[in-house]
């Protein structure tokens, strides 16, 4: 397990795994700790692509786009998460839009996944829906 949270790698204060995205990664199956906010699950997710965490990643994906499975490359190092803007998806919000950067690889092979992901509040539980 790893002592930093993986989402949590690029910034000054760094809680643990234990204390930051590993509540819902247990909860997810039984929806009993859930993420409030979209960047909330954004981090999560970034967190479960960082552990290889395939089924968080599908549980968590809004089934009009989920994909029936999925194979995470475990060769990718990714290096930390950078939210650049949380543009909406509040813990009162129904829908958010969050911005962030990805980074993965070190030196030469050092590289950044930019997107804009768009998420959905179902129940009470976000969802990743996709890309815009
Ligand atoms: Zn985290």
Redesign the pocket.
Same mark, same amino acid.
């Given at each position: 397990m790893p002592a930093t *949270? $993986? *989402? #949590?790698a690029l910034d000054e204060h760094k $809680?643990s &795994?234990a204390q %930051? %995205?590993?509540p819902f990664h247990l909860g997810c199956q039984d929806k009993t700790v859930l993420p409030e906010t979209a960047e909330a699950l954004m #981090? @999560?997710r &970034? @967190?479960a692509f960082v552990l290889l965490l395939e089924q968080y990643l599908l549980d968590t994906w809004h089934e009009s786009t989920r994909p029936q499975d999925l194979q995470l490359d475990e060769e990718l190092e990714w290096t930390g998460l950078e939210i650049i803007k949380t543009r909406s998806g509040g813990a009162q919000a129904s829908r958010g839009v969050v911005e962030f950067a990805a980074h993965y690889g070190r030196g030469a092979n050092a590289g950044s996944q930019h997107e804009v992901s768009t998420f959905v509040k179902e129940d009470g539980a976000w969802y990743y829906v996709d890309a815009l």
């Open positions: *949270c $993986p *989402c #949590r $809680p &795994y %930051c %995205c590993q #981090r @999560s &970034y @967190s």
